[in-house]
């Protein structure tokens, strides 16, 4: 644990305003510049670990990495400070696709292609962008305040890493899980690659669903089909109907002519034919659709391919001169020309469907007939499967774990090579004299023939394959090295729902086969943020926010608590709402005027413990409030309940602690008469707020940083370098107090209805109000007395009364408070017209949730069906409601008889 330094730290001048830049600044600077988010590989500590989702090189920070960042940094300090040995692995991915676009876009601006450059020299291009801008997000997440283990960066090309996969690669491929394929996959030819299914984006698009007439070959009539992709008519190998469509029987065996060329095709019977679709017959093209592949392998059918890889129509046999060359669109709008000119369209109708592209380019695909490698999945799906069935792999929230069985228990076998130069090239070498393929880990000199003439393969890998191995990767496996020891498996994954099977699912099945382990305990999968209508963003559209505008404007802690308070549990689709961090804003620079006045009167102060016998009430009931505190946060933060954490914070800071106790504080102070300048207070006040500080440090890093670092501290921690080191508060169940919160309570409540009836009947603020409380219970008057300087001082009350039977003053308002009544004299205090309205306005609003509670009670199906304690809640609502109107309409009697 880093101890301190003689190190100055200048002082953040305490304004009235917090300002969030200059203590961010500072305390970046300070923990950077100390080093003090280094791996800690004491044997004697447990371990905690994360490893973040390392971010595309081509990436700037958005919204969904400020909230994934803000999540694991919570767990990160809170766990730092529970004493653990931390590592929160932090890099970034080469991101194949995008950055080859990335380089790609550039070279087009000055003139020239890749393929001019040649593979070598722009790979050198590709290294100089990613060192020039790879590291931008990993900068912009400083912003944030995260506590990453920097001086492990990693990145999935690095030397070792690259080791890791060569090695994942060859086991696989040596054991009969890898394997090259002619297969129909998905083709983008903007970006010349294969692409997965989870690749692929379906948008729903408009376009045209054309029925086509096929001649029978004796001329005795048509076979119409229905097909959204005339263009790839001349690659039809087939026309297929369902074996159960009556409408077909008779065609099944006979042979129609493809139209425009005349070639004959066979009718063929095959279940998978929708008979709903269309006119029930399909014209089959196994080189150019994923489904008639399968149709035509299981009928033996050719497979002509027609459309290449840059989506152009083919110098083919089966296709028209006229059309060799075309873009595919192109083709298709004169093939239906032609046949509507021909008599052979029978129909042109608008259809809506889903259309595939490519996740990168947004180009649409292009189902292509090609030869891949591909992992044999089933077998390797079964663990991972097993692990989460098991739970000993957990999905917070839970629903999420159905998401990921149902893609494994129905997973196809995975399309790992891309026709790109950006990447890990895939290991295998074919041997051009023997014609022997096989997978190296490390580049062979010869072929075991003898040969030296050996052929790299020249696709790389799936991005995704490389990513599969970042926990134990990044760790240093194949090696056994320490941190793999005490940091594996590691602790959580938080990620979002969108790559649980791109990534979630095959970093488990690649753990499982590799390391013998599962990669992590927890998945925790984040929500969405959308904008404020609902929609998702997107830099494209214009609609997507810039966390870095944001933390300019509000700073880095109020981002984070809004981020944490959205947590895991709740809604997975949030709407972004700005005027939410404006209020996290106010709730920091509620804080930071907390500490002024409490750093104010910690002044020259030496830490002592408090004397609990000279406890008031007051301090006795915040002494109880922070150790609930503390005890409903560490159950929050172990059970991934953020949401929680920030609401227990936001309410105990801002009303328990601010608007009560300080106030009371400031009384206390202030009539204190042993001459030490409110000794006990201030000891009560030093050991809440330094505590609060390192509770509240993992959601808000900056400003309890600084606070802490002005609070005077016991010397054990005056050792210390930061807070991030100081020990995580626990409660203290020796000061939780119930009799004390039950008796403030009472003090608060009628605190409350003096300022409410100041408020109702628009008494100035200024103005001292005379209050008479009748209180006929013993116990409560008691406490009453007892705490009448509170009364007084917080209600602006003078002079108060309290006693067993006051009668009610003339003119007076009042309000019942538990078993007592609150009498405020209202002669010369108030405008009684004003007061009238205002009355009247409330009444209006209790009589409409009084309908909607009993709209609720009157409904005989609900008071069978909803649980007891949710009636007993409504009944009890009613009951309020029914006393406040009660309360209002007497108050307006008051101002009636005034009249």
């Known amino acids: 644990m880093p101890e301190a330094k003689e190190i100055e730290v200048k002082p953040t001048e305490s304004k009235s305003a917090y300002n969030p830049k200059e203590v961010e600044a500072k305390w970046t600077k300070f923990w950077f510049d100390e080093d003090l988010f280094s791996v800690d590989m004491n044997p004697d500590k447990p371990g905690f670990s994360v490893a973040l989702p390392p971010p595309n090189i081509t990436g700037n920070l958005h919204l969904g990495h400020a909230l994934n960042g803000t999540l694991q940094d919570v767990l990160i300090r809170w766990k730092r400070m529970q004493g653990y040995n931390i590592l929160w692995q932090p890099g970034t991915d080469h991101a194949g696709i995008a950055t080859q676009m990335v380089v790609e876009r550039e070279l087009k601006k000055q003139g020239g292609n890749r393929h001019q450059l040649g593979r070598e020299k722009f790979l050198e291009k590709v290294w100089q962008w990613r060192n020039q801008y790879g590291n931008n997000i990993l900068s912009q997440y400083k912003r944030l305040g995260v506590s990453f283990s920097w001086n492990r960066m990693a990145f999935t090309m690095d030397e070792n890493y690259v080791k890791a996969i060569m090695k994942a690669f060859c086991i696989l491929f040596k054991e009969g899980y890898i394997y090259r394929g002619n297969r129909v996959t998905n083709w983008c030819p903007r970006c010349l690659t294969s692409l997965s299914d989870l690749e692929v984006e379906h948008d729903e698009t408009k376009g045209h669903l054309y029925f086509i007439k096929y001649a029978l070959e ?3 009539g048509f076979l119409t089909v229905a097909t959204t992709r005339p263009e790839s008519i001349f690659a039809d190998v087939a026309v297929a109907v369902n074996p159960r469509d009556n409408r077909y029987t008779d065609f099944v065996g006979r042979k129609v002519a493809l139209p425009l060329t005349g070639r004959l095709l ?19 093209t196994p080189a150019h659709d994923a489904n008639d592949f399968e149709v035509g392998q299981r009928h033996n059918l050719p497979m002509p391919a027609v459309i290449d890889q840059h989506g152009k129509l083919m110098d083919h046999e089966y296709v028209p001169s006229q059309w060799h060359g075309k873009e595919r669109f192109a083709v298709r709008k004169e093939v239906v020309e032609e046949l509507d000119s021909t008599g052979l369209l029978a129909e042109d109708r608008d259809y809506v469907h889903g259309l595939g592209y490519c996740e990168r380019c947004h180009t649409v695909i292009e189902p292509l007939l090609s030869e891949q490698w591909y992992v044999r999945m089933k077998e390797l799906a079964e663990p991972a499967i097993k692990v989460v069935e098991e739970e000993r792999i957990v999905f917070i929230p839970e629903r999420h774990a159905a998401t990921y069985l149902d893609w494994m228990r129905n997973i196809r076998d995975w399309c790992v090579s891309r026709q790109l130069w950006w990447g890990h090239r895939i290991p295998v070498w074919t041997c051009k004299q023997c014609g022997k393929v096989d997978a190296y880990e490390q580049a062979p000199s010869q072929c075991p023939c003898g040969s030296e003439a050996l052929e790299q393969d020249s696709d790389v890998l799936d991005t995704w394959f490389s990513s599969a191995l970042w926990p134990f990767a990044t760790l240093g496996w194949p090696d056994e090295t320490p941190e793999l020891k005490t940091f594996y498996p590691t602790t959580v994954l938080s990620t979002a729902r969108e790559i649980i099977n791109l990534w979630v ?21 984040h929500p969405v943020i959308q904008t404020a209508d609902g929609k998702r963003m997107s830099k494209s559209k214009g609609n997507a926010i810039d966390p870095l ?11 984070r608590f809004l981020f944490a308070s959205l947590g895991v549990k709740g809604d997975q689709d949030v709407r972004f709402r700005e005027d939410r961090l404006e209020e996290y804003k106010r709730f920091a620079n509620k804080l930071w005027n907390a500490g002024r006045f409490v750093l ?16 008031t009430l007051a301090d ?10 503390l005890r409903d946060v560490h159950d929050g933060l172990r059970n991934y309940d953020f949401h929680d954490v920030c609401r227990d914070f936001y309410e105990f800071i801002w009303d328990y602690y601010c608007d009560w106790y300080l106030e009371i504080a400031k009384i206390q102070i202030g009539r204190d ?5 409110g000794g006990q207070t201030r000891k009560v006040l030093h050991y809440i707020f330094e505590g609060l500080m390192r509770a509240l440090h993992p959601v808000m890093p900056f400003i309890t940083e600084d606070l802490w670092s002005r609070t005077p501290k016991f010397a054990l921690y005056n050792q210390l370098a930061s807070i991030m080191f100081a020990p995580y508060p626990r409660e203290d169940e020796t000061l939780m107090d119930s009799v004390a919160e039950e008796q403030m309570a009472l003090l608060i409540k009628t605190i409350r209805s003096v300022r409410n009836i100041r408020q109702t009947y628009n008494v100035p603020a200024a103005s001292e109000a005379e209050a008479l409380i009748n209180c006929p219970d013993d116990k409560e008057r008691q406490c009453l007395e007892a705490g009448a300087d509170y009364i007084k001082r917080l209600a602006r009350v003078n002079p108060l009364k309290i006693s067993v039977d006051t009668e009610a003053p003339a003119m007076s308002a009042w309000e019942i408070i538990s078993g007592a009544k609150v009498y405020v004299p209202l002669a010369n205090l108030i405008d009684v017209e004003k007061s009238k ?3 009247l306005q409330r009444r209006d609003a209790i009589e409409k949730e009084l309908l909607k509670v009993k709209q609720i009670l009157d409904n005989a199906d609900f008071r069978a069906k909803a649980p007891k304690e949710k009636v007993d809640g409504l009944l009890a609502q009613l009951s309020d409601f029914e006393a406040q109107m009660a309360s209002v309409e007497g108050q307006l009697k008051v101002l009636a008889d005034a009249a």
């Not at 019977?269 to 014209?283: I, N, P, Q, S």
């Not at 505008?549 to 981002?559: Q, S, T």
């Not at 102060?605 to 408090?610: S, T």
């Open 600 to 615: 104010d009167q910690l002044k020259d102060f030496k830490p002592a413990g408090i004397e609990r016998d000279k406890l």
């Open 837 to 839: 309205t205002k009355l």
């Open 218 to 220: 004796d001329k005795s």
């Open 673 to 677: 008469d042993t001459g030490n300048g």
């Open 505 to 525: 699912a095959r970093m488990i099945f690649t753990s499982l086969k590799f390391v013998g382990k599962i990669p992590f305990k927890h998945v925790l999968i």
């Open 266 to 284: 066979p009718v063929i019977a095959d279940d998978y034919v929708d008979l709903e679709f269309g006119t029930g017959a399909l014209k089959i």
């Open 549 to 559: 505008d944001m933390i300019e404007k509000y700073g880095a802690d109020a981002n």
């Open 620 to 629: 006795r009931w915040i002494l109880h409030k922070y150790s609930c505190l």
